[in-house]
């Protein structure tokens, strides 16, 4: 008889990949696999918000795009990034042709602090980056109310 060595986290390993699993599906678009039997995948452009001294500054790549490709739009403090991707179609007679390059219609949502001054934002596009500042909403300062003495 041998002896085997009880190893508390081998017992997670199936667990986290069953979990990894769900996660991922539940994001997955729910199309049918194409003749590659391989399914589209959904593209989601990687973003990234900093704060400054000056505001914040959102970064997202989006490569293979051009600003004309990009939409940036403010409503009730929510500022949407938007897109569309499209794949090249080739046909060839007598040979395998797989995509492996995610493509279609993307859109991030970003809720903005209260008072920005949502028409100080600019956005600049460059080597397939997308770089939009933020200005700091101003704090409202304090300010004394004069008291004015009551006719009687």
Do not use: C
Request: proline share 8%.
């Amino acid at each position: 008889m041998s002896v085997v060595r009880y190893r508390p986290a081998r017992a997670l390993t199936p667990l986290e990949a069953d979990v990894s699993r769900l996660f991922n599906s539940f994001f997955e678009p729910r199309v049918s696999a194409g003749p590659t039997g391989i399914a589209p995948r959904r593209w989601v452009p990687a973003v990234d918000l900093v704060e400054g001294d000056g505001g914040y500054v959102l970064r997202a790549d989006l490569p293979g795009l051009s600003e004309g490709d990009v939409t940036i739009e403010v409503e009730n403090d929510v500022l949407t990034v938007s897109g569309k991707r499209e794949t090249s179609s080739e046909t060839k007679e007598d040979g395998y042709h797989r995509i492996e390059r995610s493509s279609g219609s993307f859109s991030r949502r970003l809720k903005l602090p209260t008072g920005v001054e949502t028409e100080q934002i600019k956005a600049t596009f460059d080597k397939g980056v997308l770089e939009v500042k933020i200005p700091r909403p101003e704090q409202p300062q304090p300010h004394r109310i004069a008291i004015e003495a009551a006719d009687k």
